[in-house]
């Protein structure tokens, strides 16, 4: 694969999921990313208990090596001045700077955009945050459950009326898309800075990714009071943009969203070519007028057989359909394993899956490795920059008894997920 980003050099100084996820994507993309770890603690997300799935339980942790894959890790205390003297040194020589600390955080440590300026002028700085950079919430952290999910509208507009309670959201829901923004916001930024000279500062929150995936209910809502009524699968006015069970009890969902278009089709294809003669049900207009009727007759047939008889009828139908599936059978679709959606990782002689960026490059499928232990390449980064730090003379001399570098304040974690002091929870 053709590394776009190949040479561009990238400091992480983030937890959790929506900022190392950019990072993630921007080391996919041929980016060199170095992730600051506390050399006690680590990345909380390396503990997290996330779908009732308990960090540790299985062999490999999904998470944390969804969110970092591709990137070098160092133990590193940067509230003590040789920490953060190998923290500015690695700043020094990198192009972008990449943090979800909270304000007072990113004050106390002078992680500020004066603060990291002060050591490369020229460094792009983004950072991520719960509900944004200004307003009277600016020192308030957010996860993507109450933010990006609940405060976002997300899931008013997706939980059924008569739910007796908000339907919780998927893992990480809010902050892989974030992630993605901020990725490409980095991505642009980087090409202004090679175009005009600029280094930009990135701001991107949950919240505002939030407004933007719900964009047309937010819009609508400017303009209609209340906004969109949220429709029930029997008030959908176009049969052919709805979805019907199966005598299987599966699910199969129409998107034909030109309905005259493709329904003689369709009628002809489920065996029911009757009905594209009906009157009732011949055009769109009718088919609203009649809604209900055209809808009973569809519910009837698609419960009257299984999932496997529908995908042969249905296959080769010029609109479009698709099977809900379950994340286990994604794993496996066709097209999913055609176009390398899912990928085969190494980890020392096994393989687990984890799923690459959606962008693909020059027609290849990404390349992907493991994330690493925690201050996994402490070692190798402290001798890369041991020339030029005056109190590192051999990091692998001086680490070699203890683990822990005490010099310079870094050093390999070990497995343990306590309170991160200094690290207080961020914006993602």
């Known amino acids: 694969m053709h590394d776009v980003l190949r ?58 090596e969804q969110a970092n894959h591709g990137k070098r890790s160092i133990g590193l205390d940067i509230s003590q001045p040789e920490g953060r003297a190998v923290l500015d040194r690695l700043i020094a020589e990198s192009d972008v700077f990449i943090t979800s600390f909270l304000p007072s955080v990113r004050d106390k440590l002078a992680l500020d955009v004066e603060d990291v300026r002060a050591v490369n002028p020229d460094i792009i700085y983004a950072r991520a945050h719960g509900a944004g950079n200004r307003g009277p919430e600016r020192e308030r952290g957010g996860f993507d459950s109450a933010v990006f999910w609940a405060r976002g509208s997300v899931v008013h507009h997706l939980t059924p009326a008569a739910a007796g309670s908000p339907i919780p959201p998927r893992p990480s829901f809010g902050d892989g898309i974030s992630g993605l923004g901020m990725a490409g916001a980095v991505a642009a930024a980087l090409f202004g800075r090679e175009r005009h000279g600029q280094p930009s500062v990135i701001d991107i929150s949950l919240l505002a990714t939030a407004a933007w995936v719900m964009s047309p209910d937010v819009c609508a809502a400017a303009l209609i009071p209340g906004g969109l009524r949220p429709s029930t699968r029997e008030e959908l006015r176009n049969p052919l943009a709805n979805c019907f069970r199966t005598s299987d009890d599966r699910w199969i969902w129409l998107a034909m969203l030109q309905a005259d278009r493709y329904w003689a089709e369709f009628c002809e294809r489920i065996g029911r070519p009757d009905l594209a003669a009906d009157e009732r049900f011949s055009a769109d207009q009718a088919r609203v007028a009649n809604l209900r009727a055209c809808m009973s007759e569809l519910d009837t047939e698609f419960a009257a057989h299984p999932l496997s008889y529908w995908r042969e009828k249905l296959n080769g139908l010029s609109g479009v359909w698709a099977v809900v599936q379950t994340a286990t059978e ?83 974690c070990p497995p343990t997920f306590g309170r991160i002091g200094n690290w207080t929870k961020s914006s993602s």
């Open 330 to 412: 994604l794993l496996d679709d066709p097209q999913v394993i055609a176009n390398g959606y899912v990928a085969d990782v190494d980890y020392n002689g096994r393989t687990h899956r984890l799923v690459p960026s959606p962008a693909q490059f020059d027609a290849q499928r990404p390349v992907m490795t493991r994330a690493p232990e925690s201050g996994e390449h402490t070692d190798e980064i402290l001798g890369e920059l041991g020339k030029t730090l005056p109190f590192v003379t051999n990091p692998t001399a001086a680490t070699a008894e203890t683990g822990v570098d005490e010099q310079v304040g870094c050093g390999p």
């Open 7 to 64: 040479g561009v050099k990238i400091v992480e100084v983030a937890q959790w999921w929506f900022a190392p996820s950019a990072a993630a994507l921007l080391a996919e993309w041929g980016a060199e990313v170095v992730k600051i770890e506390h050399p006690l603690h680590g990345d909380p997300l390396r503990g997290l208990t996330t779908g009732g799935a308990m960090a540790g339980s299985y062999d490999i942790n999904f998470m944390f």
